[in-house]
Nanobody, 123 residues
């Protein structure tokens, strides 16, 4: 099993940047594919970014491509999401998730979830 704890959320003006981090417990973190998802009030949870267990492959939602970067450090059991050029529509609770098998952009394929961190972008 793996436990996930997100940090780094906050309030930022449009055009600003934030860096989210997700700390994972467990000795097998390096074997998990990792993803970031977000959920805005009244909306479905949506995919943001994913990274393969080795870091060799990444995927992004079209809405964040070119602005967000996902990365991981298997030695430190962390995965990060660098968010630049933030927009008000990026406002949401951001969740870190781990998949023990699939490299996927679907939330249904992720086994473990953090509690989320709030990101608010003001206009």
């Amino acid at each position: 099993q793996v436990q996930l704890v997100e940090s780094g959320g906050g309030l930022v003006q449009a055009g600003g940047s934030l860096r989210l981090s997700c700390a994972a417990s467990g000795r097998t973190f390096s074997s998990y594919n990792m993803g970031w998802f977000r959920q805005a009030p009244g909306k479905e949870r949506e995919f943001v970014a994913a990274i393969r267990w080795s870091g060799s492959r990444t995927s992004y939602a079209d809405s964040v491509k070119g602005r967000f970067t996902i990365s991981r450090d298997n030695a430190k059991n962390t995965v990060s999401l660098q968010m630049n050029s933030l927009k008000p529509e990026d406002t949401a609770v951001y969740y870190c998730a781990a998949s023990g098998f699939w490299y996927s952009i679907s939330a249904a394929d992720y086994n473990y979830w953090g509690l989320g961190t709030q990101v608010t972008v003001s206009s």
